[in-house]
């Protein structure tokens, strides 16, 4: 029953069409999104999100794990064990984050150093998961099957040059700027911030004792 033990709040999804219970596993890569907010710097997006996906999108196969906010305080709203419904392909076996804010900008520092720490915390949970990026860009998105850190945006690029290779199953592919530029240009430093997360833990050290969180 993986919640995530330092979040800030719990607001959780139930029914077939925000969680399909106990069918994630193996969990093996983490997909960062952004909420892409109208209103990018609301402090409570997590309840934007609720509210989208419960209210306004209720009969849609839509949601995420988390949300983290602009001043990194973390909202749960599936056990991890608990596929989420984030992406269309590479949904499943993925922990879908919502990073408070919109297309082009990056996470703050406070989003980047607990959002880090989630993840770190992750991989500790689900040794599956792999702290490495794949894809560098839209002409690399990578191989989100892997076990990885992947992103909304590459998913969806990698998904269609699958398709046109003759190697998944034909299906509508919207593009998405999810997570934007500013979180895509971030991603190498989110995988090794996460790693070292997870390396703290791994020694029972503090998420603070990273050289990055003292300054
Ligand atoms: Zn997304």
Request: aromatic share 6%; hydrophobic share 35%; glycine share 8%.
């Amino acid at each position: 029953m993986p919640w995530y033990p330092d979040n800030d709040k719990t607001m959780e999804l139930k029914g077939h069409l925000k969680v399909k219970t106990g069918a994630n596993t193996p969990v093996r890569r983490v997909v960062i999104h952004s909420v892409g907010s109208a209103a990018p710097e609301n402090p409570n997006q997590s309840g934007a999100c609720w509210s989208a996906w419960v209210v306004e999108q209720a009969t849609k196969k839509v949601s995420a794990h988390f949300c983290v906010e602009r001043d990194g305080r973390i909202t749960q709203f599936a056990d991890t064990n608990d596929v989420t419904y984030g992406t269309g392909w590479c949904t499943s076996g993925s922990i879908h984050i919502e990073c408070a804010g919109n297309h082009p900008l990056p996470l703050t520092r406070e989003q980047m150093d607990y959002a880090t720490q989630l993840i770190g915390w992750l991989a500790h949970v689900h040794p599956d998961i792999r702290l490495e990026v794949e894809g560098t860009g839209d002409s690399d998105p990578g191989d989100p099957t892997k076990a990885c850190i992947t992103c909304h945006r590459f998913i969806q690029q990698a998904a269609k040059r699958e398709i046109k290779a003759g190697r998944l199953n034909a299906m509508t592919i919207t593009d998405k700027s999810c997570p934007g530029t500013g979180i895509i240009a971030q991603l190498p430093e989110i995988a090794s911030r996460a790693l070292r997360q997870k390396a703290l833990r791994a020694m029972g050290l503090r998420a603070q004792d990273d050289p990055e969180r003292q300054r």
